[in-house]
């Protein structure tokens, strides 16, 4: 009985490092994660080897691992920026991003955790100052905004991707201008429309007097067609067929006397 205690004190102080052991040992990973493993015996991270997947790792207890998110992320970015005519102008944009996992090793080595601040804002502005100093004011508040956010976006895209960033999109939510402007801009604009406005309308009436024009035009051709057509014994003809038209009436009482000088007969009265 007096020898139990030490016989059991060195399993107890083995168990406890084995369960120290197998925790510093044991990693699991989130789905949307990859882990970097450290090699603290080695040369650190070794650039050549894949990062760790999702689930449950044996690890070296010496070594540990950092985590990276892999999922699509997104960054807000408020910047100010220049026009071409030197004007302040603030762009608001969201920049969707996710690292590299294939070269996730690398990625650390030479950026580090914290990549965002290092690489991706750094030329997501830089690409927003050389594309918007390319435009007007004008131009970035009405036909060129989807323009400007697509080279933005290629600008950016062919900074970081030699640098084991993958940018999906950048999206410019809002541009602002200064108020003054804003508002000539406005102005403008207004004037364009009216103007247009003001045009079709003229074409509009154009259209209408020159439809017009023809249809009198084919009036006057039909009237002068007919008159060719009306010879004095085609009128005598249809004289005699008015005439017995009237003496068939039973309201009517014509009196007939004489002929004019056309032949046809002169109606004197009418009761």
């Known amino acids: 009985m007096e020898k139990l205690p030490k016989v059991a004190l060195p399993f107890i102080i083995g168990t406890i490092i084995l369960i120290i052991v197998l925790a510093k040992s044991a990693v699991t990973i989130d789905a949307g994660h990859a882990g970097v493993l450290y090699e603290t015996l080695s040369n650190g991270v070794d650039p050549e080897k894949d990062a760790l997947g999702p689930g449950f790792h044996i690890i070296a207890p010496w ?11 997104e960054v807000p970015e408020a910047m100010s ?39 991706l804002q750094p030329a997501v502005r830089s690409a927003a ?24 976006f290629l600008e ?21 201008l200064p108020p003054t402007i804003k508002e000539a801009i406005e102005r403008k604009l207004k004037q ?21 024009r023809i249809e009198a035009q084919g009036k006057a051709d039909a009237n002068k067609i007919l008159s ?23 309201n009517s009482k014509v009196i007939v006397i004489g002929s004019g ?11």
């Open 228 to 250: 060719a057509s009306l010879t004095d014994k085609i009128l005598q003809d249809k004289g005699i067929e008015a005439t017995i038209k009237l003496s068939e009436s039973a």
């Open 129 to 152: 100052r050389s594309v918007v100093g390319r435009y007007t004011p004008e131009q970035l508040y009405s036909s060129k905004r989807d323009a400007i956010q697509e080279e933005i």
């Open 63 to 73: 070594n540990r691992v950092i985590d990276y998110e892999t999922r699509q992320q």
């Open 192 to 212: 364009e429309q009216e103007s247009l406005e003001y045009e079709f309308r003229l074409v509009t009436a154009s259209k209408e007097a020159e439809k017009q």
């Open 81 to 119: 920026v220049l026009s071409s005519n030197g004007l302040d102008i603030k762009l608001d944009a969201s920049v969707l991003y996710e690292p590299d996992v294939k070269n996730l090793g690398r990625l650390h080595n030479e950026k580090g955790e914290s990549y965002l601040k290092r690489v």
């Open 261 to 271: 000088d056309s032949g046809m007969p002169i109606i004197l009265g009418n009761q």
């Open 156 to 176: 950016t895209k062919n900074i970081v991707e030699s640098q084991y960033i993958q940018l999906n999109n950048i999206l410019i939510r809002d541009v602002t």
